[in-house]
């Protein structure tokens, strides 16, 4: 009897380790897709129109890390928009199939208020999703809460956007976090950086990132 159970114990032990490794390979966002190879002219920097690219932006051991103050000029004399330092990704603009952005991102804290990755482009907006830091808090755009106590660590991100079926899913260290409808299809891209809110922003915004993939389907 007591070899009975112990064979048994052993038995869910086994079936428990195998489900919790099949559950981590599942987990892993990228599967199915293809990689999409990138070269540093594929990443754009957009910084205040009137600063040179260093004052903004530093590229060392692998790490882009940008910054800017809320008093910042645009990136483009001709734009009312709010101040920004951003990697945009070059040369895989899409408006249909399946595609995703995958990178690792620190925002140091105190940082609050600005978007640290976006897909740009929509139909009848100018994104198609925004995740937000505040307080340490990543949001969709300044609504629903996608996780939380992000300060000064290293995270990763995986954006889908699944243009045909209008959706588009935020993992955050290989976990759904958030899915939501898109805003229709258009000319889209995905970037990360900072990028001020219209309000409730700190003076200084920064955030870093490494790693950065495409894929696509």
Not at 97 to 103: A, I, P, R, S, Y
Not at 176 to 200: E, H, I, M, S, W
């Amino acid at each position: 009897m007591k070899v009975l159970n112990r064979n048994m114990l052993m038995l869910v032990l086994v079936l428990s380790l195998i489900c919790n490794i099949s559950h981590l390979y599942a987990a892993d966002p990228t599967d199915g897709f293809t990689n999409i190879p990138l070269t540093e002219a594929n990443f754009k920097i957009q910084r205040p129109y009137n600063l040179p690219v260093e004052a903004r932006y530093s590229f060392e051991n692998g790490v882009r890390r940008m910054w800017v103050y809320a008093n910042d000029k645009s990136h483009s004399p001709n734009s009312q928009t709010q101040p920004r330092t951003e990697v945009r990704i070059m040369g895989h603009d899409y408006s249909s199939g399946v595609w995703q952005f995958e990178g690792y991102g620190f925002v140091p804290n105190g940082t609050t208020g600005p978007s640290v990755v976006q897909i740009h482009g929509a139909t009848h907006e100018s994104s198609t999703i925004i995740l937000r830091i505040y307080d340490g808090e990543l949001r969709y755009y300044s609504g629903d809460l996608i996780a939380s106590n992000m300060y000064d660590k290293w995270f990763k991100v995986n954006l889908i956007h699944d243009v045909d079926q209008g959706k588009v899913t935020v993992f955050i260290d290989n976990q759904q976090k958030f899915q939501t409808k898109d805003r229709g299809p258009g000319d889209l891209y995905f970037k990360c950086g900072v990028y001020a809110a219209p309000k409730n922003i700190s003076y200084y915004m920064e955030s870093r990132w490494r790693d950065i993939k495409l894929y696509k389907k």
